[in-house]
């Protein structure tokens, strides 16, 4: 294979592997939805079609920049996502104090997105990876009161038969591990973000395979003897 051709491929998988990510969360649920369904499940299934769709379509416009610009895609991405997953944290958290806090990091997410976005014009045309940034650390923040609470809750159950244990692991490994790349995205070289981006890629993918497979180990340990 010549080098242009492997610079194409690499190309593709930099840019398409985002989506292909959430298409395989997607289907995680899909899966786990056929053996127990769950409003929380069918909710979170919408938001994963949601976001393999419009990702896929941010991808188009990286990879073909005829197509214009694709920063506002990813902008209103990101505020759809700390709705969802906070509507989902909320859910799944209990205690006054860990639901409020949800709530608050909720509301100061949504402030921070019309401050940036609407008020300083900024939804289109420009990449806002402090506000990004905010969003990936406040669902590190509930992933963190997640395992506090499982931590304060032990029993006979195993938390490996629990399916929202390994998402919000997944959940953790990519917001955590993203959220530095999102930081320093905007101060990197532009020939190097590229690069910078494609890192973030790769943590996503390596969460949806672990949300993946620990469904699949899930649906094994219950299969009948």
């Known amino acids: 294979m010549y080098l242009p051709e492997l610079l194409y491929m690499s190309g593709l998988i930099n840019k398409f592997l985002e989506p292909f990510s959430y298409l395989i969360y997607t289907v995680t649920l899909v899966v786990s939805i056929y053996y127990q369904r769950s409003v929380t499940k069918v909710f979170l299934l919408l938001y994963y079609i949601f976001s393999t769709a419009i990702i896929f379509y941010g991808s188009l416009l990286a990879f073909y920049k005829t197509l214009g610009d694709n920063n506002w895609v990813y902008n209103l991405f990101f505020l759809v996502t700390i709705v969802v997953l906070s509507c989902y944290f909320h859910r ?62 032990v029993n006979e159950e195993s938390i490996l038969l629990d399916f929202d244990f390994w998402l919000i692991s997944g959940y953790l490994l990519y917001f955590l591990g993203a959220f530095f790349v999102i930081l320093f995205y905007q101060n990197a070289a532009v020939s190097q973000r590229g690069f910078v981006w494609g890192l973030q890629s790769i943590i996503l993918f390596l969460s949806a395979i672990i949300t993946l497979s620990g469904n699949l180990w899930i649906r094994n340990q219950n299969k009948p003897a």
Do not use: E, M, P
């Not at 806090?101 to 401050?115: A, C, D, G, Q, T």
């Not at 939804?123 to 395992?147: E, H, K, M, R, T």
């Open 92 to 153: 799944v958290l209990f205690g006054r104090g860990k639901k409020t806090l949800v709530k608050i990091l909720l509301v100061v997410n949504i402030l921070l997105f019309v401050w940036y976005d609407i008020v300083l014009k900024k939804f289109d045309g420009y990449y806002n990876n402090q506000v990004v940034a905010f969003c990936f650390l406040s669902i590190v923040a509930y992933s963190f009161l997640y395992f506090h609470q499982l931590i304060n809750n």
